[in-house]
């Protein structure tokens, strides 16, 4: 990347945060929850993209993540008493070592519609666990989740969770942007490409497949955590099937393979649901049509629209760098 397009870079992904901050000034409290809800959903969908459009692999995992994360954190917090940050940690890092055992039969050279078909049937096997485990998880009828608490000071308001939420999406964007871009990004995209060539040129496919899957684990599921402090109450019917959709057209809308486009889709398809409350039912012929559009107009993703404005985009968060 040259200096000047690097330069931009810098300047664009410090001016987005420190612009949001100033989003609870003037916001209610229901947009502030809505913002909440797509920070949420970037870190669902920035961990999803890793699996499916850096590393290639069709793995249906990210309902599984973001349960586990979100059922280990509040887990945590209601029966053990644990504080928020460090039961937002293990439930990222319980959901990163499902992640490890998720990869497993990957490593055994299950690929594509079959590791789908694997993934999916383990995200269920999670869902019935999380209503035959009452005494842990309070079964079909939701487990409540404190209030929760960092430094001491409650975040009993959307926008005090505003501001905990940004902070830590950002940092979790400018890892994952630092990952891809180092040898470890590059050994994602080449096993994607040919992982017989990549494993002939010297990189370890079977370390870089495991650490992917468990990175993806580790993001997705502290959005879990960021989404059982939001709601305060996490039920098995949160992560179903329709729950994974969402999170594979987040992806696909904003764009495979890129950092930018997961934040573009999160940001699309958590906000056009709002907008047809009043309509129940149509949210999900929305975010049908909205897929078939953008798949047939826009093959790349809405990222690639924006890629016309901001080059840097592509150079820094695409998984096919110029």
């Keep these: 990347m040259s200096d000047g397009g690097w330069r931009a870079d810098r300047r664009l992904l410090f001016a987005v945060p420190l612009a949001a901050c100033a989003l609870p000034l003037v916001a209610n409290q229901y947009q502030l929850y809505v913002a909440n809800l797509i920070l949420v959903y970037a870190l669902v969908a920035l961990g999803f993209n890793v699996l499916i459009g850096n590393l290639g692999q069709l793995a249906f995992a990210s309902n599984t993540f973001f349960g586990l994360g979100a059922y280990a954190t509040g887990i945590l917090m209601a029966h053990l008493g644990v504080p928020f940050p460090l039961a937002a940690l293990a439930g990222g890092v319980v959901s990163a070592a499902s992640g490890v055992l998720v990869s497993l039969p990957a490593l055994r050279g299950v690929r594509a519609f079959y590791l789908a078909i694997m993934t999916l049937a383990f995200g269920e096997l999670m869902r019935w666990i999380y209503v035959h485990a009452p005494a842990l998880t309070e079964g ?67 370390r870089m497949i495991v650490l992917a899957f468990a990175w993806s684990g580790f993001v997705v599921g502290l959005g879990g955590a960021l989404y059982a402090a939001l709601v305060r109450r996490v039920s098995p019917d949160a992560f179903d099937l329709v729950e994974l959709m969402l999170h594979f057209a987040i992806v696909v809308v904003g764009g495979l393979g890129s950092i930018a486009g997961s934040l573009l889709g999160a940001v699309v398809l958590t906000t056009s649901p709002e907008l047809m409350r009043d309509l129940p039912g149509f949210e999900t012929i929305l975010l049908a049509v909205l897929m078939i559009v953008v798949l047939l107009a826009l093959p790349r993703g809405l990222v690639s629209l924006a890629e016309r404005v901001l080059p840097s985009l592509r150079q820094r968060f695409s998984r096919d760098p110029a």
Aim: hydrophobic fraction near 55%; charge should be positive.
């Design 140 to 206: 079909s009828t939701g487990l409540p989740v404190p209030l929760p608490f960092i430094a001491g000071i409650a975040l009993r308001t959307d926008g005090a969770k505003f501001y905990v939420f940004l902070a830590l999406a950002t940092l979790l964007v400018l890892a994952t942007s630092g990952l891809l871009r180092s040898r470890i990004g590059r050994a994602f995209v080449a096993i994607r490409e040919n992982e017989l060539a990549a494993a002939g040129m010297g990189i370890p496919t079977s």
